[in-house]
């Protein structure tokens, strides 16, 4: 006959077997996630000794240390967009950036839209040859197998402890990166696929971690953009955390989402994420969570300083010495800061923006010029500019051509009523073009008389010589399609390149030239209808 306490014992184990979880009950497991995303070819520290990979290398490896010590676990993760970013980076298609990754003990990465900046080759490349980690994303899928053509999970065990991890990527990816294969790959709906996923993965794993390169829009309002993060939360249950990435502004405090925590960590690695999950019994809670600022200037949170690790940098120095030979190059000299930062440029004309339209139209014999915001990468600042500087504004994986196409005034208004309310990324710069928006429609427009200087009325029966970008031109960043127009005709001028003629040309190039005039502004009241057509 069975002793009570064993036959207690005899029923919690049958019971218990009938489970696939294999953690101990009552036992706590510490699992800490480090994370980056939006790393964009930073791999060197930058002038003022900022952030680099050799830092973060040195950070990484301490935390390591003092997480083992308190018997915990790290998992050390990266939100995507690798690629695209430096000239240190990009003429070796960010191998120093991926083999430093691997150094460092990267677990496992999203596959964000920029990687879709090189041709697929080199993404691949990238993956098989200098990545020891995998590339994930469940929702890539072959046109023509109808299969992921990317790793959709990766489980990492932990003693006993399964840590699942899903990989997810915004579905925006054909319009918002430069050579994306459109006939070889298609993107699904990531909260679809995750839909599918999460319950089967949630029937072997403890712990599930989505790695995305969506982007965070509190409260889900994401406006033009595909949904990121909060959707994902609020519309697939059984997610745990989600290391996320895409637009590049710091979570300093973790969002929490329908069970869901939140985190993502900026760009470029000027901070370390640090996660600290706590386990038990099946349930997940957050003890902790931070962003470690990486030897920044103002880094008030945490003062201390990072020594660069030196195995890392015998591994990245070569390739920055590489670079040197063509970043180095003087070229002119900027009077005054052309801004192009993101939080700027994205939301409003800004002089850099004036000064690249400038050189479109120029370069091309236009009247008028278009370009979105977001392939104008960083701000030229004053002083001595090297091709180096112009490389960060203009990346080489960009390789922007500058087309023409010529429209008559209803083609252009028609067009104009489509670009001029697009918004963050896809936000327009102009050249000789002057723009009213009343509650967001097209309510006037107003086009520069190349020989007087001055504005008048766009006339629809006239026609316009418009510049703008290939890329723009096939439907890039979501404007509308142009480049099938019979007047269609694409130029041998490079963006990078023809800003560098220009400095060498002028020698000085004056800020204050290209100051802002009012090309975008955007009503919410009654104006004179006289002003519109």
């Known amino acids: 006959m069975f002793n009570k306490r064993y036959l207690s014992l005899y029923l919690f184990l049958i019971l218990f077997s009938n489970f696939s979880y294999a953690y101990t009950p009552g036992k706590t497991y510490k699992v800490t996630i480090l994370h980056t995303n939006d790393h964009h070819g930073a791999f060197w520290k ?165 790695v995305t390169h969506m982007g965070h829009y509190p409260n889900a309002q994401h406006g033009s953009r595909a949904p990121g993060d909060v959707s994902l939360a609020r519309k697939v249950k059984g997610i745990d955390l989600i290391v996320g990435g895409h637009t590049q502004l710091p979570l300093f405090t973790a969002d929490y989402e329908n069970g869901t925590y939140i985190v993502q960590a900026g760009e470029w690695g000027k901070h370390l994420g640090r996660v600290d999950l706590e386990f038990k019994d099946g349930k997940v809670t957050l003890a902790n969570y931070e962003l470690i600022p990486v030897n920044l200037k103002n880094q008030k949170m945490n003062p201390q300083f990072y020594s660069e690790d030196k195995n890392a940098l015998a591994l990245l120095k070569p390739f920055k010495d590489k670079s040197l030979k063509l970043t180095s190059q003087v070229v002119g000299k900027l009077n005054g800061k052309l801004e192009g930062h993101r939080s700027i440029i994205r939301k409003t004309e800004t002089n850099l923006g004036n000064f690249v339209t400038f050189l479109m139209a120029q370069s091309t014999g236009a009247g008028i010029a278009i370009t979105d915001s977001g ?88 026609n316009y010589k418009l510049a703008l970008t290939d890329f723009i031109a096939a439907g890039g960043d979501s404007y509308p399609r142009i480049d099938k127009h019979p007047t269609y005709k694409l130029s041998s001028h490079i963006d990078s390149e023809v800003m560098k003629e220009y400095f060498e040309k002028n020698k000085v190039v004056q800020a204050s030239a290209f100051a802002p005039i009012g090309n975008l502004v955007k009503l919410n009241e009654a104006v004179n209808p006289s002003l519109a057509r």
Request: hydrophobic share 40%.
């Open 46 to 210: 930058n002038k003022d000794n900022e952030y680099g990979m050799a830092a973060r290398a040195t950070l990484i490896k301490k935390l390591r240390s003092e997480v083992a010590a308190e018997g915990g676990h790290v998992i050390l993760l990266d939100g995507g967009d690798v690629n695209t970013g430096t000239p240190e980076s990009e003429i070796s298609d960010a191998e120093a950036d991926f083999r430093g990754m691997s150094l460092m003990g990267y677990d496992a990465m999203a596959i964000g839209n920029h990687e879709f900046d090189k041709p697929l080759n080199i993404l691949l490349k990238q993956q098989k040859e200098w990545a020891t980690f995998p590339f994930l994303s469940a929702n890539i899928y072959n046109k023509k197998t109808k299969t992921r053509f990317f790793e959709a999970t990766k489980t990492i065990k932990l003693d006993d402890l399964n840590v699942a991890l899903l990989g997810l990527t915004t579905e925006q990816t054909p319009q918002q990166s430069i050579r994306f294969p459109h006939d070889e790959l298609e993107i699904r709906s990531p909260i679809v696929e995750a839909s599918k996923l999460v319950p089967k993965i949630r029937k072997n794993s403890d712990v599930l971690i989505a």
């Open 375 to 462: 392939v104008i990468r960083n701000s030229l600042e004053e002083g001595t500019i090297t091709f180096g500087d112009i490389l960060s504004v203009h990346p080489l994986s960009f390789g922007l051509r500058y087309a023409t196409v010529n429209l008559s005034g209803k083609e252009l208004w028609d067009y104009l009523s489509q670009v001029a309310p697009l918004t963050d990324g896809s936000y327009p710069q102009f050249y000789g073009i002057k723009v009213i928006l009343l509650n967001n429609v097209l309510n006037k427009v107003e086009i520069k008389d190349p020989q007087k200087q001055t504005f008048a009325p766009l006339s629809l029966n006239k």
